[in-house]
């Protein structure tokens, strides 16, 4: 099999943009005008996790339960509240080397495509100023499985014609991981080796990081 890299696909939050602190601040405020608090640490379980998921695991954490309407309606107070911090990003909140690094892909003719849990992803794509760079955009209106489950990377994959043994998945949440591996990609965790132990390798972030060095150190492994 031929195993070179042929397309990038990137998660959002976490990997291109530091949105995590945002989300927490919204869920957190909601969680208190319900009653209850939650920590930073509760919050990392939240993370490639889908909106109406995570108000599940919010609300169980409160051991409070609502009808779907009224849920419908929390989940549309947060992302409002959500939204007002997105509208005044710019790209100096594009985490650090990602910009660089989006570049040498593109000299180097490798796809790039997104695989987010996010709604908002194109609204915060085009916020920051990077849409242009993405030749597929999966996000949380496409897919019908949320991460682990493989469909959002494997609809990328197929929307770029490339086979998923020819992509290299970037994720910082471990179900984003275990979505990568149960498509058959390469995957590098964006972060803490104890929390994405399972990815080929883990590196905290994209800066002075080269696509040629990743390239070559994942062909020397084999595809998990
Ligand atoms: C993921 C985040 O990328 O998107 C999760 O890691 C978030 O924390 C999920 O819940 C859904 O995001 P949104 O923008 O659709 O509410
Ligand atoms: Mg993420």
New binding site residues.
Partial sequence: MNQEIKACIF????VIVDT?KY?FTAWRNLANQLGFDFTEKDNEK??????VD?LNLILQWGGLNFSDNIKTELATDK?ED?LSYIQKMTAAEILPGVVPFLNELKELNIKIALG??????VTILKQVGIIDYFEAIID?TKVVNGKPHPEGFLMAASELGIVPANCLVFED?PKGVQAALAAKMFVVGIGKEEDLGTAHFVMADFEKKKFKAIEEKLLSLTLR
């Fill in positions: 998660d959002l939050d976490g995590a989300h939240l993370k490639g996790v889908s909106r995570s992302n959500y987010s849990a996010s709604k908002n992803a949380g949440a």
